[in-house]
């Protein structure tokens, strides 16, 4: 499961770009128990969520470079400099340069708290799903995952699963467990050198019918609610589009897949108590 460990390879920061920040903070709120804390008071677009006081994720105004509205889970390396000579080994693209947060906070004119003090550098993977690598720095990562209402799940649907594999190998070295789900193949992530309790994500082939709609690879996060019915319910009533509806996995737990007001996709699972 994810830990607020400064582990690398594992999931460590998690952001968000939306049109309105406001009003995605307000979305956030409602379904997953959010506050947003505004990391510059007098712009109010850059911003940190919090549960409890502690940090789950980090938002911002969409960029030129950013494309559409979007989730980008960031993956923790102590040297993001290699690890990103690594990406562009594997086949995979940089579009960013890795830099301190000091700098280009004071080049942007916004606060360091906003860039999460850490050097991050965005990537996309040899199948075409944008991650990030963060080094952490003052700030080690998220402060809370996995409890209710917290990032628990980083999942990549790949238009080639067996060349993502391949990639994510040589950049993190992930150690691979192949299970059956249904019909498909589902491939449990677990950092370098950690054990089955320490898996972190997985990764799929997406199916035909997906990719000839268009669907291209994307990692996707997991948000862990009380009850997935419930979130949905609420999600819908401000403009979510449910994509998969609340579903029963065996062993996994009752999940389901949405697309907030803007458009960013994520899911919400409410955990089966053996899976942890």
């Not at 502690?54 to 989730?71: N, Q």
Request: overall charge negative; some cysteine.
């Amino acid at each position: 499961m994810l830990t607020t460990a400064v582990t690398p390879g594992s999931p460590n920061w998690l952001d968000l770009t939306s049109p309105d920040t406001a009003d995605s903070a307000t979305f956030y709120a409602t379904v997953l128990g959010w506050t947003f804390a505004a990391t510059d008071p007098e712009d109010g677009t850059h911003g940190l969520f919090r549960q409890y006081g502690r940090t789950v994720a980090a938002v911002g105004p969409v960029g030129p470079d950013d494309g559409a509205p979007a989730w980008t889970i960031s993956f923790c390396s102590l040297d993001v400099d290699r690890t990103a000579e690594l990406v562009e080994t594997a086949g995979g693209l940089v579009h960013t340069t890795a830099s301190d947060a000091a700098a280009t906070a004071a080049a942007a004119a916004v606060p360091l708290a906003t860039l999460a003090e850490a050097r991050t550098v965005h990537c996309t993977d040899s199948t075409g799903a944008r991650f990030a690598v963060r080094q952490p720095g003052r700030t080690p990562g998220l402060e809370a995952v996995t409890d209710p209402g917290t990032f628990c799940w980083a999942e990549c649907h790949s238009v080639d699963a067996e060349a993502a594999k391949a990639f994510y190998r040589a950049v993190f070295a992930w150690q691979e467990q192949d299970v059956p789900l249904g019909e498909a193949m589902y491939t449990v992530l677990t950092p370098a050198g950690g054990g089955t309790d320490d898996a972190h994500g997985g990764l799929m082939q997406l199916s035909p019918g997906h990719t000839a709609a268009g669907t291209g690879s994307h990692w996707l996060p997991y948000f862990e609610v009380p009850n997935v019915d419930a979130a949905v319910a609420l999600a819908e009533r401000l403009r979510a589009t449910v994509r998969i509806p609340p579903t029963d996995v065996h062993g996994v737990g009752r999940l389901a897949r949405l697309a907030d007001p803007y458009g960013a996709v994520f899911a919400v699972i409410t955990s089966a108590a053996t899976s942890g």
